[in-house]
């Protein structure tokens, strides 16, 4: 199994940036992508930003330009920076890892941005 644990979240003003770490533990070596993904009040859960053990990343059309995702080459952690924040940004922002055909979150961060 793959256990996930969000971490850097908090309260923003929009312009700013913040950084989410994951930090994975369990069954490294068999995931095969991780991910973040963001739900705000009401709406659904929505893909932010995605990468691949074969090296592909993508990004929700929302963020792109201004989120970067990254991680260490172990796997230990992945990585969200947040530049440019709106307050559509506003969300509880979810860790995602996909291994053997399983799927794993963590419990989730907040992340609010004040206009």
């Known amino acids: 199994q793959v256990q996930l644990v969000e971490s850097g979240g908090g309260l923003v003003q929009a312009g700013g940036s913040l950084r989410l770490s994951c930090a994975a533990s369990?069954?490294?070596?068999?995931?095969?992508?991780m991910g973040w993904y963001r739900q705000a009040p009401g709406k659904q859960r929505e893909l932010v930003a995605r990468?691949?053990?074969?090296?592909?990343?993508n990004y929700g059309d929302a963020v792109l330009g201004r989120f970067t995702i990254f991680r260490d080459n172990a796997w230990n952690t992945v990585y969200l920076q947040m530049n440019s924040l709106k307050p559509e940004d506003t969300g509880v922002y979810y860790c995602?890892?996909?291994?053997?055909?399983?799927?794993?979150w963590g419990q989730g961060t907040q992340v609010t941005v004040s206009s």
């Open positions: 995602n890892a996909e291994w053997y055909g399983f799927t794993s």
């Open positions: 369990g069954s490294r070596s068999s995931i095969n992508a």
């Open positions: 990468t691949t053990r074969g090296g592909s990343t």
